[in-house]
C-alpha cells in the first residue's frame, strides 16, 4: 500500500504542489491581517491546506489519465506510470475520485461561510478542464495560469466571504508567472505536439518567439505584484522580495535558450519554487513587522 502510494504521489509529483500553495496562503495571510489584528479559524487555514493539495491531486490525476496514450507516443513522457505500467488505470480512477470527493469534504471546514463550498464544483471542473485545453488551444497555458490563480483568491473568499482587489492583483500575478514558465517548460515538446496535432504556444510560434512571450508574461507578474504592494499597501521589505523575484526571473530566462534546452527543468522546478517560497516569507514577514 505505501509503494502503491508512493508511485501515486509520484505520479502527480505531490511536491510540485509547492507552486501554488505558497500563493494560496499569501492570499490567506493578507486577508487575515487587518488593523484589528489577525483574523481566521485554525480549521480556515487547514482547509486551505487541504483544498490545495486534494484538489491539485485530482486535477494532475485527471491530466494523466487524459493524456495517458499521448504519453506513451512521446518519448519524454513515455515511461510516466500508466504508460509505462507502474499504475494502473483503474487505480488512478480510485485516486481521482477520492481527492475529488475529499476536496468537496475540506471545504465544509470554512462553514458558516458558505462560498467555498457553494464554488467547489465550477472551480474543480475548470481546473479538469485543463487536461484537454490543448487539444483546442494555443493558450492552455493560460488556461494553468487561470487555474493557480484561483488559489490565492479562493484562500481570501474562504476567510472573509467576499472579493477586493489584493487577492485579484495577487492571482493576475500568479497567472502571468504560471503562463510564463509553463510556455518554457512546453519549448521541450514543440515539435511532437506539432506533429501530433496538439496546441502550444511553442509549437505554434516556435520556441524562439515562445520564449519572448514567456518573458512578457514575466514581467507583467512583476508589474502585478508592485499594484499589490502598492494597493494594499505592503512595506518595503516586501518591494526587496519583488525585486529578488525579479532577478530570479532573468535567471530562469538565461538558462533556457531556443538552441539549448537542457536546463528546462531547473528553471521550471527550483527557480519557480525558490520564487513562491520567497514571495511568501517576504510577505509574511513584512505584515508581520
Known amino acids: 500500500m505505501l509503494g502503491r502510494l508512493n508511485d501515486l504521489l509520484g505520479m502527480i509529483k505531490f511536491s510540485h ?4 500553495l505558497p500563493f494560496a496562503l ?3 495571510a ?31 490525476a485527471f491530466n494523466r489519465l487524459a493524456d495517458r496514450r499521448i504519453d506513451a507516443l512521446n518519448p ?22 477520492a481527492c475529488i470527493v475529499a476536496f468537496g469534504a475540506s471545504t465544509l471546514l470554512f462553514l458558516p461561510n458558505p462560498w467555498p463550498l457553494r464554488l467547489s464544483i465550477p472551480v474543480l471542473l475548470w481546473l479538469l478542464g485543463y487536461s484537454y485545453a490543448k487539444r483546442f ?24 466571504g467576499d472579493l477586493a482587489w489584493p487577492p485579484v492583483l495577487l492571482g493576475l500575478a500568479v497567472l502571468f508567472w504560471v503562463s510564463g514558465f509553463d ?16 496546441h502550444s504556444i511553442p509549437s505554434r510560434f516556435g520556441v ?46 538565461a538558462l533556457v535558450r531556443p538552441d539549448d534546452l537542457t536546463r528546462v527543468n531547473v528553471a521550471f522546478f527550483q527557480v519557480n519554487i525558490a520564487i513562491s517560497m520567497g514571495l511568501l516569507a517576504v510577505g509574511v514577514l513584512d505584515l508581520l513587522i
Open 30 to 60: 493578507l486577508a487575515a491581517h487587518t488593523p484589528e489584528g489577525w483574523q481566521g479559524r485554525p480549521r480556515d487555514w487547514l482547509g486551505i491546506l487541504l483544498c490545495m493539495a486534494t484538489a491539485r491531486s485530482a486535477a494532475m
Open 17 to 20: 504542489t509547492l507552486f501554488a
Open 183 to 198: 510556455i518554457i517548460y512546453a519549448c521541450q515538446d514543440a515539435d511532437f505536439d506539432r506533429e501530433a496535432g496538439l
Open 76 to 97: 519524454r513522457t513515455a515511461m510516466r506510470h500508466l504508460p509505462s505500467g507502474q499504475l494502473s488505470v483503474a487505480s488512478v480512477v480510485l485516486f481521482t475520485v
Open 26 to 28: 499569501l492570499g490567506a
Open 137 to 160: 488551444t494555443s493558450l492552455a497555458h493560460v488556461w494553468l495560469g487561470v487555474a493557480l490563480m484561483l488559489a490565492p483568491i479562493a484562500a481570501w473568499i474562504a476567510l472573509r
Open 208 to 253: 524562439r518567439k515562445a520564449l519572448r512571450f514567456a518573458a512578457v508574461c514575466h514581467a507583467i507578474m512583476i508589474v502585478a505584484l508592485l499594484a499589490l504592494g502598492w494597493s494594499y499597501p505592503l512595506g518595503w521589505l516586501y518591494f526587496v522580495g519583488i525585486g529578488a523575484a525579479a532577478l530570479l526571473l532573468v535567471y530562469e530566462h
